[in-house]
């Protein structure tokens, strides 16, 4: 079974965007998108409703200074404003962190692409800690601290859950990764899933440690990545040194509004992670009954599958788009994945329904034309 090619896929370490898809698919009708890890169940209607009442003056003026907005942050999630630094999206903080570091990286591997493709270009030397298929993706602490002193790496980068696997680090995991890399220049721990995942976060860790910095992408959780918000936490010191190379007026209007009326649907906000994590439940186990698929246990809002040997995952990426019109993030370009692995997005059960029933579908035509 074959597909036609889109070449908008070939991008050296991410998806296309989700207009340039609309753009080139042959598939005639809505779009059903696994691929951008956005939350299903937030924002509430009540909010698209406050934004477009107030869309003159969000526009039209300029956003709030920096500080109002480390605010925001600190009483949605109970940190000192003083220990927040607010980023327009994670990858403006991650471009710093890496653009500034004084010696080799580390990051586990496969990972979201901004920690493996940024250091080359700032020559900064990046090393890897490969999760290896046989252990189920997972790694821990003392595989992190023996690459560490094998490479000489002076800043090390954790996601936690990790992306695209899902795997985790335990809180043990992550207390020891501190202390016994307190030598090192900056100990980073992306937790931009967290949220998703029912896992302690390391905000206060990054707060009392000398070398510990947390960073979060907050479009994950807000279900709105247009918007781009994240933020960093860190002791006050080291906070107030990234916060001045972040630019001027860096978090936009749109983006500074949503923060500041967060607090109003809290509530909302809270629960739409244990729905999600229902739902993840629900779709890993169809997930299981696809045969020949392996998907692997998650706590972020996505789950990664390994399709069957010899299975070519862009071909199925192709498939599931232009016969079903379904979105799915394809694993090849990314460093220590293959095209054998997908990573799809955790959707409402309805949805989940339809991918495993295409799937299965999929997976069932392209065997025979295999052996054939």
């Known amino acids: 079974m074959t597909a036609n090619n889109l070449d908008i896929f070939q991008t050296r370490f991410h998806n296309p965007s989700i207009f340039a898809i609309r753009s080139r698919t042959k ?12 939350n299903s169940y937030f924002p509430p209607p009540q909010m698209l409703e406050l934004i477009a ?38 990858t403006e903080i991650i471009t710093i962190l890496c653009r500034d ?19 080359p270009e700032f020559n900064v030397p990046v090393h890897f800690v490969h999760r290896e298929r046989s252990r189920d993706f997972v790694i821990g602490a003392d595989d992190v601290i023996a690459r560490t002193r094998e490479t000489g790496a002076r800043t090390v980068v954790i996601c936690n859950p990790n992306n695209p696997t899902g795997a985790w ?42 070398n510990v910095i947390m960073v ?33 007026w860096n978090v936009n209007g749109l983006a500074g509004f949503v923060l500041k009326n967060i607090g109003q649907f809290k509530e909302i906000y809270a629960q739409s992670f244990v729905k999600v994590a229902e739902d993840r439940e629900y779709m890993y186990r169809q997930l299981q009954t696809v045969p020949g698929l392996k998907t692997y246990p998650s706590k972020g ?22 016969q079903y019109g379904l979105v799915i993030r394809e694993c090849s370009n990314k460093a220590g994945s293959t095209e054998q692995y997908l990573r799809s997005v955790v959707r409402v059960r309805e949805d989940a329904d339809k991918l495993v029933a295409a799937l299965a579908e999929v997976l069932a035509a392209y065997a025979p034309a295999e052996a054939a």
Not at 189 to 195: A, G, P
Request: charge should be negative; charged fraction near 20%.
């Open 53 to 90: 009442q107030n869309m003159g003056d969000i526009l039209k003026y300029y956003p709030d200074y920096s500080p109002v907005y480390q605010q925001c942050v600190a009483d949605l999630v109970g940190t000192p404003a003083e220990n927040i630094v607010v980023a327009n999206g994670i």
């Open 101 to 119: 570091s004084s010696g080799p990286i580390l990051t586990s591997v496969p990972t979201f692409g901004r920690w493996t493709d940024l250091p």
């Open 216 to 248: 979060k992408s907050m479009g994950k959780s807000l279900g709105w990545h247009g918007i781009r918000l994240g933020y960093a936490v860190a002791n006050t010191r080291a906070a107030a040194i990234l916060r001045a190379k972040v630019p001027y």
């Open 169 to 210: 680090f335990s809180s043990d995991d992550i207390r020891k990764m501190a202390y016994e890399l307190s030598d090192i220049d900056s100990l980073i721990i992306d937790e931009s899933f967290i949220e998703f995942s029912g896992l302690d976060s390391a905000e206060a860790l990054a707060m009392e440690s000398p």
């Open 27 to 38: 598939y005639q009708g809505k779009l059903t998108d696994f691929c951008v890890p956005a």
């Open 301 to 322: 809002n996505f789950l990664f599958s390994e399709l069957p040997e010899g299975v070519s995952g862009k071909q199925v990426r192709d498939i599931l788009l232009e």
